[in-house]
């Protein structure tokens, strides 16, 4: 079964940089989320957007935004980058099945490992 | 709001022994909990999840949880412990927000499993 793709898998940046990073979601999923996670920590939403609108914002940097296109795949731009950006970061899809959101499953890429030096 | 605790950041456990990893949550709502587990250098690979249809969930190689709402815990537990099921195990409780969903993780709990 197709699952969620991310890239690139691993990315190096110098301080102050840019950085993109792309998710495809699960064939027919309509929600896209975005997760941070530091080493040693515990993943932390950052964002997520459902039929291509932003849906919730969480601890996301002014510094960062992102967005969903019409076939849905989402990209994460990170600017003036930081060393503690450095982190794994995880785009999640769901597809929106039922009325209520809460029991939808949502179902995680691989990651894009950011290094920032 | 809702949160989850891990208790246990590390647990270690024989072959063949008995894994139990603890959840504890706080939520205003019924809750909906998910346990994902993260091997080495992986994303994060979802195990089982409950959505209130039944209180003892059967999830993917062997692993199963109950809801106990008495207790407010979930915790997560299998039988018999192999060498591959060594990997990072995360709590998580589905916090809906104006129509849509995220996940609040716990810290997490490392596995390892030795001979």
């Known amino acids: 079964a197709a699952g969620v793709i991310q890239s690139p898998r691993h990315l190096i940046k110098e301080k102050r940089e840019t950085a993109t990073l792309k998710c495809y979601p699960i064939?027919?999923?309509?929600?896209v989320y975005w997760y941070q996670q530091g080493p040693g920590q515990d993943p932390q939403f950052l964002i997520s957007f459902y039929e291509k609108m932003q849906s919730d914002k969480g601890s996301i940097p002014d510094r960062f935004s992102a967005q969903q296109f019409s076939d849905y795949h989402s990209e994460l731009n990170m600017s003036s980058l930081e060393l503690g950006d450095s982190a794994l970061y995880f785009c999640?899809?769901?597809?929106?099945?039922?009325?209520?959101?809460?029991?939808?499953?949502?179902?995680f890429g691989p990651g894009t490992r950011l290094t920032v030096l | 709001a809702q949160s989850v605790t891990q208790l246990g950041s590390h647990v270690s456990v024989s072959e063949g022994a008995l894994v139990l990893l603890r959840c504890n949550y706080s939520s205003s709502v019924p809750p909906y909990l998910f346990w994902y587990v993260q091997y080495p250098n992986q994303g994060l690979q979802l195990l089982l999840k409950y959505t209130s249809a039944a209180t003892l969930v059967k999830g993917i190689n062997g692993f199963e949880a109950e809801f106990k709402k008495s207790e407010t815990s979930f915790h997560l537990t299998k039988p018999s412990a192999h060498m591959s099921d060594a990997a990072e195990y995360f709590c998580a409780v589905s916090m809906f927000s104006g129509g849509y969903n995220k996940l609040i993780f716990g810290a997490g709990t490392r596995l390892a499993v030795h001979p």
């Open positions: 999640a899809s769901s597809s929106q099945t039922s009325g209520w959101a809460s029991t939808d499953t949502q179902y």
């Open positions: 064939p027919r999923h309509d929600t």
